[in-house]
């Protein structure tokens, strides 16, 4: 009779398990989606026009809605992050667990557990920053309640912050400096902004007090602490770095700067072009503009006085007033006047980055690859560099890179074959293509050029376009990103499906990871003609539904 009811007990989990996932790969996500969007067009609505009640009431049926939680565990189930399990240890990886999480998700009780803390290198320093990774189920309401703060953030922002936005980027915020600093007639002087350790020092009893939302699940995603070897520690600042509502956190925690300046330095129209004081804030890291040195001082005092309720300090190393004639760094460009003429380009640390990077890549990682596994890494490598870095005068630049793989790729050639002439490895690794000579390719790839990357003026978005409010202008400014950017037979493409993805039927943007897909694979006789091609999103090729969708 035992054995009986075990068997049974595990036919009903099975069971269970099989209706989970069918209903899991059931969902009508594009209904799931048009259903939170009307929440948060209501929420940012009900913002602007300072109903805070109603926004509250908006908010709370948001994250009670099943929906919104079903998008929740997608997130968390989908970013890059996916693989990396809390203190619990959990992944959600199967279909039922994903449809189980987002039916056991309710703010009734809940505890977060502590963070797991590790400790990642700091791009081109010895030291280490911190990252806590929450648990999978703390991740999900963190996104939850990230889907209701975010429409209030994007409406009360400061109208020049670009970092962690919809539909903003850094060439925004470049573009944005470059029409502030390129007149004659422009402010001179730059502070340079840096606050120490931005998301591990913002004051718990400021969010507790400004952040609009429920409080006593704002209070557990920020106490809920940290283990690191073994040990349990409590957290009395900050938020989690790693943590999905952490950005938006950090984001208001800054809003108001901006207007604040405004009010100190442009009380009448003769103050303001008189002191030309103007910020431009991407994240954390900020610049402000100034007509003269004693100006940016003011300026630095002002804002030191706004970070201090928040719990927060400016760096006095690496906070710095410059003249524009001596140019500064921001985003990995640097902005210098040349003879009354601004320039930006990309910077010498970018540069460096990305030559050590190919470095590692040729005669590292890649020394013992084969020729077209190394083209095919090389080229992922070149595109996302040249592509961040075209919208800036960066023609030579990207000469200078080609010229450095060049002379890396040579050093390769002579590792793999020591005792060949230089005849041979010529004759082995590098063709001529059409007029192109020096062509380092094989019979399906060939190594892209940098220098062949157009250089193509990024257009600035507009600063008060809101995403929740207006979606149809950044649908738009997507597809004409798309059409700007790409050339030959991609944008034929692009054009052609008016670029929104076949799959999912939500428009792509150019900054995410997209894929060509070919509708006949190519090894069962498709070819490269635009008719067999297709933009599709980096998740929407890796599910098995992309490839029934598109067969």
């Given amino acids: 009779m035992k054995g009986n009811n075990s068997t049974t007990e595990k036919s009903e989990r099975l069971s269970d398990k099989s209706a989970l996932e069918k209903q899991w790969n059931s969902i009508n996500w594009k209904q799931a989606e048009e259903y939170v969007n009307r929440l948060q067009f209501r929420i940012a609505k009900a913002t602007s026009e300072n109903k805070q009640n109603t926004v509250k009431r908006l908010q709370y049926l948001l994250t009670h809605s099943f929906y919104a939680k079903l998008l929740a565990v997608k997130r968390v189930t989908t970013n890059k992050g996916k693989r990396t399990a809390g203190v619990d240890g959990e992944l959600w990886k199967t279909a039922a667990e994903k449809m189980q999480a987002a039916l056991s998700l309710t703010d009734r009780h809940y505890k977060a557990k502590p963070l797991r803390r590790v400790y990642i290198e700091k791009k081109g320093k010895n030291k280490k920053r911190p990252l806590g990774i929450p648990t999978m189920y703390d991740r999900a309401m963190q996104a939850l309640y990230a889907l209701a703060l ?57 969010l507790l007090e400004n952040i609009p939302m429920d409080k006593s699940v704002l209070k557990q995603f920020l106490k809920g602490g940290f283990i690191y070897s073994k040990q349990l520690f409590p957290t009395e600042e900050g938020t989690p770095q790693g943590g999905i509502i952490s950005p938006i956190l950090a984001n208001m925690t800054l809003d108001g700067m901006e207007a604040l300046l405004d009010r100190e330095f442009h009380r009448t129209q003769k103050e303001m072009f008189k002191n030309k004081v103007n910020l431009v804030r991407y994240a954390d890291d900020f610049v402000v503009t100034a007509a003269d040195r004693l100006t940016a001082e003011r300026a630095k005092e002002v804002i030191r006085n706004f970070l201090k309720a928040r719990g927060l300090t400016l760096s006095e190393e690496k906070t710095l007033i410059t003249n524009i004639r001596d140019g500064f760094d921001m985003l990995g460009w640097n902005f210098r006047k040349y003879n009354d ?211």
């Fill in 150 to 206: 975010d429409p209030i953030a994007e409406t009360t922002a400061d109208r020049r912050s670009f970092g962690f936005r919809k539909g903003r980027c850094c060439q925004d915020a470049c573009e944005h400096l470059f029409q502030l600093l390129s007149r004659r007639n422009a402010a001179q002087w730059i502070l340079e902004g840096d606050i120490k350790g931005c998301f591990d020092h913002i004051s718990h009893q400021w």
């Fill in 341 to 551: 003429k601004l320039i930006i380009k990309p910077s010498k640390k970018s540069v460096k980055a990305i030559n050590e990077k190919l470095h590692e890549i040729i005669l590292g990682k890649g020394k013992t690859w084969k020729q077209e596994s190394l083209i095919v890494k090389l080229n992922q490598t070149i595109t996302g560099w040249t592509n961040y870095h075209q919208s800036v005068c960066a023609a030579k630049t990207f000469s200078a890179i080609d010229h450095n793989i060049f002379e890396l790729l040579w050093r390769w050639a002579k590792r793999r074959h020591p005792n060949k002439s230089k005849k041979w490895k010529v004759q082995r690794y590098w063709h001529s293509k059409g007029s192109r000579n020096w062509v380092f390719c094989t019979e399906k790839t060939e190594l892209k050029e940098a220098a062949h990357t157009p250089i193509i003026r990024h257009v600035k978005i507009r600063a008060s376009a809101n995403p929740y409010l207006e979606p149809e202008y950044f649908e738009k400014r997507k597809f004409q990103n798309g059409m700007r950017r790409l050339s030959g037979k991609f944008k034929t493409v692009w054009k052609n499906q008016k670029g929104i993805c076949p799959v999912c039927s939500k428009s792509i943007d150019l900054a995410e990871e997209r894929r060509i897909h070919f509708k006949t694979p190519r090894k069962d006789g498709g070819t490269n003609a635009v008719d067999n091609m297709i933009y599709v999103h980096g998740d929407c090729l890796k599910h098995i539904q992309c490839y029934r969708a598109l067969a």
